[in-house]
């Protein structure tokens, strides 16, 4: 740093720069305020968006695609989660280095990029349409569903009652992000409940009531790089399935770089489950382009030049707060460069500290469920009821089995559940609600906000709105995008719109973590700029998140498109499973 800053030159002439596009606002020129000092007595001055983001990491991926996986083949294949995550990590860490220079999300600074703003609107309005489906609400509808049914919902024979019920879980929502002045406000109070209910119920069964092989399996598994699922000895024919003739099938997990290593021939993969997969890659942490309301929050936190630029009203109660159409810069200095470096270090510490044990403990905790309390190598016939599978072996594990009533010929007659039995198996359907229908609001926020911090910096038309009014184009674009989740849910299923999901949300991380490396190589000081092993390892991160996709597509997309295609058929439930048989 002593050398960075004897090197630091006079820019008094060019100042406040104008790098990039010229279609895009000049910044405004103002002073980098001092960083707060960290002490435990004013913690709650360094929980920013960490917070809200941490809160978020606890949603679809984890809740959903986190258990497909374990109860099919363990913890074995979560290494798959931990490159995810640490490229999120640092992904998030250089999105807000642009926001700490320019009080602008990451997002503006993309199309402040050549060839332009319109170029890019292209570009990201198709890579941000995975975010534009709204998989949450749907699933979210499954355990809502099941409490109020007292069943596991069919999909195909309650289909008209889960479809309402998702509109109506997805359009409830989104009434938080009208109201509480900031609507980053509303998010962290939201988002630090879900952390202390969920996380809370979720030790409590990890403390009580899993062994310390379950965990044993799923900490080893975040490490065991190199394992894929390959084909069982059972599949002659290789297809992933059970065929007549064949043996029960055993998923079987291999470490293809031993094999490699070792001399023998390379394993058939099996793919059968490489959408869900693929999935938990994208889902893990928050993936996509929800990782880019990080930089809003951190302006929104007052963070750096976020300070001087303002924030997102929401419509009730958010009269007072303004958000500049321009971001504004500081001169590079020798005092401003002591306070950019204890900025980011701010920014790194609570993604290190906060943001990333919180993903990791958000996957961990529901695999647990499904590794403690489901059979080894269950797959569901109907995806869509990922959101409940754990419900009953939670129950029985903590309650005690159904007690049955049978009558004189043995014809089952009633099943009730003992009253322990009836409590956990309805605080699980219950933390999986709040899951995913918090998660939902974070996602929808986020895409109103990209969208919406955009147009209101690139658009002339917009640039001429007072800066108070910003709320009133962030509730308008929410009205649009409440119209076009309801015509999705009306008619998608809810595994198929996850599938899509994962799939476009890689394509879009990948190209981002690309660009944001470009953005921050082009339009910072080149004091400001992340080191070249930095930009380097968001760059192959990113080439990692393209691969799974590109993966993913191939064997998907066929698939996807002839289960569309094939008539409905009724599916059975996740049957109550003994906690003492359970995944052993």
């Known amino acids: ?90 992904y998030n860490i250089e999105i807000s280095r642009y926001t700490l220079y320019t009080g602008e999300p990451i997002f503006t600074g993309k199309f402040r990029t050549l060839p332009g703003p319109m170029f890019w609107l292209l570009v990201y309005l198709v890579l941000d349409c995975g975010s534009l ?154 993936g996509g382009l929800s990782n880019t309301p990080i930089s809003n929050f951190t302006r929104e936190q007052g963070w750096g030049m976020g300070k001087h630029v303002g924030a997102i009203p929401s419509i009730v109660g958010g009269h ?23 900025w980011v270090h701010h920014v790194q510490r609570e993604q290190i500290y906060l943001w990333m044990p919180a993903c990791f403990l958000g996957l961990a905790l529901p695999s647990m469920l499904s590794v403690q309390f489901l059979p080894r190598g269950l797959e569901l016939k109907d995806r869509y009821q990922a959101a409940a599978m754990t419900a009953d072996g939670v129950g029985e594990a903590v309650g005690g089995s159904l007690v049955t009533t049978r009558d004189d010929e043995g014809e089952i007659v009633s099943q009730k559940r003992p009253l322990l039995n009836q409590l956990f198996w309805s605080s699980t359907l ?10 939902m609001i974070t996602t929808a926020d986020g895409v109103l906000r990209r969208w919406v911090d955009v147009c209101w910096t690139a658009l002339p038309s917009l640039q001429k709105w007072d800066t108070k009014h910003i709320g009133k184009l962030y509730f308008g674009v ?31 991380l990948g190209f981002s973590s690309w660009h944001v490396v470009l953005v921050n190589s082009v339009l910072l000081p080149q004091e400001l700029r992340p080191s ?30 002839a289960e569309i295609n094939k008539p409905k058929q009724s599916v059975t439930h996740v049957p109550a499973v003994n906690a003492d048989r359970a995944g052993k």
């Open 1 to 90: 740093m002593a050398d960075a800053l004897t090197q630091v030159v006079d820019r008094t002439a060019d100042f406040p720069p104008h790098p990039g596009s010229p279609k895009m606002p000049r910044w405004e020129g103002g002073e980098l305020p001092e960083t707060p000092v960290f002490h435990w007595k004013s913690l709650s001055t360094f929980l920013g968006p960490g917070v809200v983001m941490a809160a978020a990491a606890i949603g679809g991926g984890e809740w959903l695609t986190g258990p497909l996986v374990t109860a099919r083949y363990g913890g074995a294949l979560l290494w798959l989660a931990t490159l995810s995550i640490i490229g999120q990590v640092i």
């Open 133 to 286: 489906l709204p998989y949450l609400a749907s699933h979210a509808a499954i355990p809502a569903a099941a409490l109020y049914l007292g069943r596991l919902p069919d999909s195909v024979a309650d289909s008209r009652f889960l479809t309402i019920l998702s509109c109506v879980i997805f359009v409830s929502v989104l009434l938080p992000l009208t109201v509480g002045g900031k609507v980053y406000n509303s998010l962290k109070m939201l988002m630090s409940l879900k952390l202390v209910v969920v996380m809370g119920f979720l030790v409590f069964l990890a403390v009580f009531y899993s062994k310390p092989d379950t965990w044993t399996e799923i900490g080893t598994g975040f490490v065991q790089f190199g394992s894929f699922p390959v084909i069982s000895d059972e599949d002659t024919n290789g297809n992933g399935k059970r065929d007549e003739g064949e043996m029960p099938l055993k998923p079987k997990v291999e470490n293809i770089m031993a094999t490699w290593s070792s001399g023998r021939l390379f394993p058939r993969l099996d793919l059968s489950m490489i959408g869900i997969l693929v999935s938990m890659i994208a889902i893990s942490g928050n």
């Open 320 to 342: 007072a707060i303004e958000l500049s159409h321009v971001g504004m810069v500081f001169r590079v200095s020798r005092e401003s460069l002591e306070r950019w470096s204890r």
């Open 430 to 439: 219950f933390c999986g609600f709040l899951v995913l229908a918090t998660s």
């Open 478 to 508: 929410l009205c649009v995008y409440a119209l076009l989740g309801l015509v999705m849910l009306c008619f998608v299923k809810g595994d198929v719109l996850l599938i899509f999901s994962g799939m476009i949300y890689n394509y879009a």
């Open 532 to 561: 070249w092993r930095r930009r380097i390892a968001l760059a192959c991160f990113g080439t990692f998140f393209l691969t799974a996709a590109a993966v993913s597509t191939w064997v998907e997309v066929p698939k996807l498109m």
